[in-house]
């Protein structure tokens, strides 16, 4: 594998998230673009704006990189350059593996993607390749993904999105349906005979949480199995003498019915809170997506997974992803990565990729650019 294509990727530090959003997602673009141009391939970086938590704008991009005039739609390779938040930013090849945040959740893919893109860029059989990097996918509502939707004028015929889901392809995917609650209180002194905080006065509500979360995990689908839920943020205070003046609380479900199964659960426990003043909840949710592939690209899918010693495999990709975003856009996108989805968000040094696994991943991107075709003609 390219080092120097490692090194771009790896070498900024694009944490993201909506409290600490990085600010060298767009120059890593950059970097990349020029790569990519010293290759003789053509790179655009459309930017946008996204708000971080405090109302502070951070500016993004997406690169896209594709041949213009090709005589036929492209496949999009995609994949997202930010990942969650790590401590130490650092990356090492050791073993023949890649170690080190964003390795599996998705840069590793992108250091493949890019490559093969470079190989197929000039494909003059059936489609060429275009790349898609997006700069927002752990963060700000998956705002990169949407500007590239709202935004591209290119035709696309099949995207691969990258994230790991260990050479499996997955056309289904579950839905998910999230919950951000601001609760507000008062900040003053702990011992205060007349008041209690709102942490305390919030515990009713949290049981709610619960409720819903044990609701929401009992709807089941014969296609994409049960629906697992979460509580993931509560959070208030910093002070053992002092009320918080406001509490978070965000829980999720990755659904596996129709978003109206989950808010008759949701009104069943939150409806009551909708009129207070003193909390905000907001609700966010994707159903869940099926893809259909045709037996021609199925066969073509197992071709190339052959070509790298990989047996063709299905399975349901739990996770939330950009390719749902892409398919509800009218963009027909399927899940193939290297990368084993258990390992995305541990420790940065416990995120691990084998290099062999990347080069097979290359090589199948490219395979099935080639060999869908010479299939299509």
């Known amino acids: 594998m390219n080092k120097e294509i490692i090194d771009i990727l790896f070498g900024y530090k694009t944490d993201n998230s909506e409290d600490v959003p990085s600010d060298q997602i767009l120059p890593c673009l950059q970097e990349i673009k020029t790569y990519l141009e010293e290759?003789?391939?053509?790179?655009?970086?459309?930017?946008?704006?996204?708000?971080?938590?405090?109302?502070?704008?951070?500016?993004?991009?997406?690169?896209?990189?594709?041949?213009?005039?090709?005589?036929?739609?492209?496949?999009?390779?995609?994949?997202?350059?930010?990942?969650?938040?790590?401590?130490?930013?650092?990356?090492?090849?050791?073993?023949?593996?890649?170690i080190g945040r964003g390795s599996v959740d998705m840069k590793g893919s992108l250091v493949s993607m890019i490559e093969a893109h470079i190989e197929t860029y000039h494909n003059t059989v059936g489609y060429s390749s275009a790349l898609l990097i997006t700069g927002d996918e752990e963060a700000n509502g998956f705002?990169?993904?949407?500007?590239?939707?709202?935004?591209?004028?290119?035709?696309?015929?099949?995207?691969?999105?990258?994230?790991?889901?260990?050479?499996?392809?997955?056309?289904?995917?579950?839905?998910?349906?999230?919950?951000?609650?601001?609760?507000?209180?008062?900040?003053?002194?702990?011992?205060?005979?007349?008041?209690?905080?709102?942490?305390?006065?919030?515990?009713?509500?949290?049981e709610d949480v619960r409720a819903f979360l044990d609701g929401a995990r009992s709807v089941i689908d014969d296609n994409l199995g049960q629906t697992v839920a979460a509580l993931t943020v509560v959070s208030a205070g910093n002070k053992s003498n002092q009320f918080p003046d406001q509490m978070r609380v965000s829980f999720n479900a990755r659904t596996v019915k129709s978003s109206d199964c989950y808010l008759s659960i949701y009104e069943s426990y939150f409806g009551k809170y909708q009129n207070r003043e003193d909390i905000d909840i907001k609700v966010v949710y994707f159903n869940p997506v099926l893809v259909e592939l045709s037996e021609d690209e199925k066969q073509v899918i197992k071709g190339a997974l052959s070509q790298v010693d990989v047996v063709y495999q299905e399975s349901v990709m739990r996770a939330?992803?950009?390719?749902?975003?892409?398919?509800?856009?009218?963009?027909?996108?399927?899940?193939?990565?290297?990368?084993?989805?258990?390992?995305?968000?541990?420790?940065?040094?416990l995120e691990v990729v084998e290099m062999d696994k990347l080069r097979r991943y290359r090589d199948f991107l490219k395979h099935f650019v080639r060999n869908m075709g010479i299939k299509k003609d």
Not at 150 to 173: A, C, M, R
Not at 193 to 206: A, G, H, R, T, W
Not at 327 to 347: K, M, Q, W
């Open 39 to 98: 290759k003789g391939i053509n790179a655009y970086i459309s930017e946008y704006d996204v708000e971080d938590r405090h109302g502070k704008k951070v500016r993004r991009g997406n690169l896209l990189s594709y041949r213009p005039g090709a005589d036929k739609s492209y496949i999009l390779f995609q994949g997202h350059i930010d990942t969650v938040p790590a401590l130490p930013h650092e990356y090492v090849i050791e073993g023949g593996r890649l």
């Open 143 to 206: 705002a990169g993904i949407k500007h590239f939707i709202k935004s591209n004028d290119i035709p696309i015929y099949l995207v691969i999105n990258g994230e790991p889901s260990s050479f499996d392809i997955q056309t289904k995917f579950k839905g998910v349906f999230i919950v951000e609650v601001l609760i507000r209180g008062e900040n003053k002194h702990s011992s205060d005979y007349n008041d209690v905080s709102i942490i305390e006065k919030s515990l009713p509500f949290l």
């Open 320 to 349: 939330f992803t950009e390719a749902s975003i892409l398919n509800e856009g009218g963009y027909r996108t399927f899940i193939c990565g290297p990368g084993d989805l258990s390992l995305a968000h541990v420790d940065p040094m």
